[in-house]
Antibody, heavy 121, light 110 residues
Framework: QVQLVQSGAEVQKPGASVRVSCKTSGYTFSDYYIHWVRQAPGQGLEWMGWINPKSGRAFFAQRFQDRVTMTRDTSINTAYMELSRLKSADTAVYYC??????????????WGQGTLVTVSS | QSVLTQPPSASGTPGQRVTISCSGSRSNIGSNIVNWFQQLPGTAPKLLIYRDNQRPSGVPDRFSGSKSGTSASLAISGLRSEDEADYYCAAWDDSLTGPVFGGGTKLTVV
């Protein structure tokens, strides 16, 4: 079955960077885009961007464009999201999500378990 | 401030039918499919409805989705205690070139 397993919780200081991994299994990694979505404590869902595992091309939400990097390693079916210049407002659970795209319609059918990133001095 | 608008809370008694609304605009709901997610406490969201009204395998037919113009709705019939969760709508937004979410609706089964 499709699985997305993320790396463990992180505590980082303001100004530092964090990298979250998302190891996938149960399907052909290069066939589905991976998106990243975050959720601040008690808040809703916020989309950050996507990566095409086949080409490595990534696209980011405007508010994260200068701070986020998304990469992948096709040899181990894993996607990565790195967020730099962390602020306390970046404290959130970060999810990787598999996206299904059919005739221009996109939906998220499988989610990782989430990685809590805490930014605190 | 979420791009899609949902009521912050909803409630019902066991066996009842409840609906949750999701309002957007021409660039998102008006042009693209709507998806719904259920998030149980302490867990990741789970796909509940996709392509406006389709259920993934394993989702009971008590859950149904509909869309008209720039609004969508999720209906839950035969309400059960295990339906207590947060529900989010989502749609692709052509202006933002990415998906947007509603702020979430907390459903309480009283």
């Amino acid at each position: 079955q499709v699985q997305l397993v993320q790396s463990g919780a992180e505590v980082q200081k303001p100004g530092a960077s964090v990298r979250v991994s998302c190891k996938t299994s149960g399907y052909t990694f290069s066939d589905y885009y991976i998106h990243w979505v975050r959720q601040a404590p008690g808040q809703g869902l916020e989309w950050m961007g996507w990566i095409n595992p086949k080409s490595g091309r990534a696209f980011f939400a405007q508010r994260f464009q200068d701070r986020v990097t998304m990469t992948r390693d096709t040899s181990i079916n894993t996607a990565y999201m790195e967020l730099s210049r962390l602020k306390s407002a970046d404290t959130a659970v970060y999810y990787c999500v598999r996206a299904v795209v059919v005739v221009g319609a996109t939906w998220f059918d499988s989610w990782g378990q989430g990685t809590l990133v805490t930014v605190s001095s | 401030q979420s791009v899609l608008t949902q009521p912050p809370s909803a409630s019902g008694t066991p066996g009842q039918r409840v609906t949750i609304s999701c309002s957007g605009s021409r660039s998102n709901i008006g042009s693209n499919i709507v998806n719904w997610f259920q998030q149980l406490p302490g867990t990741a969201p789970k796909l509940l409805i996709y392509r406006d009204n389709q259920r993934p395998s394993g989702v009971p037919d008590r859950f149904s989705g509909s869309k008209s113009g720039t609004s969508a709705s999720l209906a839950i019939s035969g309400l059960r205690s295990e339906d207590e969760a947060d529900y989010y709508c989502a749609a692709w937004d052509d202006s933002l070139t990415g998906p947007v979410f509603g702020g979430g609706t907390k459903l309480t089964v009283v």
